[in-house]
């Protein structure tokens, strides 16, 4: 089952709002979803997002895929940001090599 973060619409006519879903890729847009982990109201003035980011973190570590739309979203909310600093921060742990002290062992 291929999973997809992506907006569900909602609201009157010409008056959206949308609900930041994971659900299947085969599901419609307004269709079944998994779990609603935000909203996102455009036209309201202060931007208008809000979502959970633990559970984003979470749908994205078990390889859910986002839209192109609400990929900008994560990047305005910082996920991404957060997520591809920690994994250069455990890439960086894993690669430095260990010095050890007091050696001058070599002469």
Do not use: C, N
């Not at 979203?73 to 996920?79: D, F, P, Q, S």
């Not at 591809?84 to 002469?107: F, L, N, Q, W, Y």
């Amino acid at each position: 089952m291929a999973v997809r973060i992506r907006l569900r619409r909602e609201g009157r006519k010409k008056i959206p709002h949308y609900r930041i879903v994971v659900a299947d890729s085969r599901s419609p847009r307004d269709g079944r979803f998994i779990e609603i982990i935000g909203q996102y109201q455009p036209r309201a003035k202060d931007g208008g997002l809000t979502l959970k980011q633990d559970r984003a973190a979470h749908w994205l570590d078990a390889g859910a895929l986002p839209t192109d739309t609400v990929r900008s979203l994560l990047r305005r909310a910082g996920i991404l940001k957060a997520r591809h600093e920690a994994r250069v921060a455990k890439k960086r742990r894993g690669a430095a090599i260990a010095v050890e002290a007091g050696g001058d062992d070599a002469r």
